[in-house]
């Protein structure tokens, strides 16, 4: 069965510099959410879209933004990088119609020196 | 503070050994329970999940978890593990609120289980 598709897988940026992160959800899936799990941390909710739109934010530096195109695939970008982003981001997708399970891509970690 | 709480941060067992692992939330009304494990290095896959009805849930690998609503619980449980249950367990909820509910899960602080072959 087709899963939750994240690239890249890994990524090493500086700081201040910039990174676009890309989730491309299960076919059929509307909706696609944004989480962030530093090192020994439970994931936090960032942000999530449904049927291309902002459904919800969560603790989302101003330096992101994400927007999910027509293809319901999503892309969240993050501006000016600190050291404190370096952490694993995942994202997951769900169906409306099929229920409130979220199924989770495996990761893009993304580590800032 | 911690809306959903897992009490044990890392717990050691040896095989055969029975598992229970404890999560409190504080959110009233509606609320969907998730249980998530992540081995290492991997992504987070559902155990098992409560929407409604019969409050004790089985799961995929033996786990099942109860559903007790007076005490805002949902602990899992393993009548047995092995050693390739060693990972990381997260609770989530997903809550309900007057303006709806838009999927988000808040997870727990998250259990680390270490099985001892």
């Known amino acids: 069965a087709a899963g939750v598709i994240q690239s890249p897988r890994h990524l090493i940026k500086e700081k201040r510099e910039t990174a676009t992160l890309k989730c491309y959800p299960i076919?059929?899936?509307?909706?696609v959410y944004w989480y962030q799990q530093g090192p020994g941390q439970d994931p936090q909710f960032l942000i999530s879209f449904y049927e291309k739109m902002q459904s919800d934010k969560g603790s989302i530096p101003d330096r992101f933004s994400a927007q999910q195109f027509s293809d319901y695939h999503s892309e969240l970008n993050m501006s000016s990088l600190e050291l404190g982003d370096s952490a694993l981001y995942f994202c997951a997708s769900k169906s409306l119609a099929g229920g409130n399970e979220q199924y989770f891509g495996p990761g893009t970690r993304l580590t800032v020196t | 503070a911690q809306s959903v709480s897992q009490h044990n941060h890392h717990v050691i067992l040896s095989e055969a050994a029975s598992l229970e692992l404890g999560c409190n939330y504080s959110y009233g009304g509606t609320v969907n329970l998730f249980w998530y494990v992540q081995y290492p290095g991997q992504h987070l896959q559902l155990l098992l999940k409560?929407?409604?009805?019969?409050?004790l849930v089985k799961g995929i690998k033996g786990f099942e978890a109860e559903f007790i609503k007076s005490k805002f619980s949902f602990n899992l449980r393993k009548p047995s593990v092995q050693w390739s249950d060693t990972a990381e367990y997260f609770c989530?909820?997903?809550?309900?609120?007057?303006?709806?509910?838009?999927?988000?899960?808040?997870f727990g602080q998250g259990t680390t289980l270490q099985v001892k072959p």
């Open positions: 076919p059929r899936h509307d909706t």
């Open positions: 409560y929407f409604s009805g019969d409050p």
């Open positions: 989530a909820v997903n809550r309900y609120k007057l303006s709806g509910n838009t999927g988000k899960l808040i």
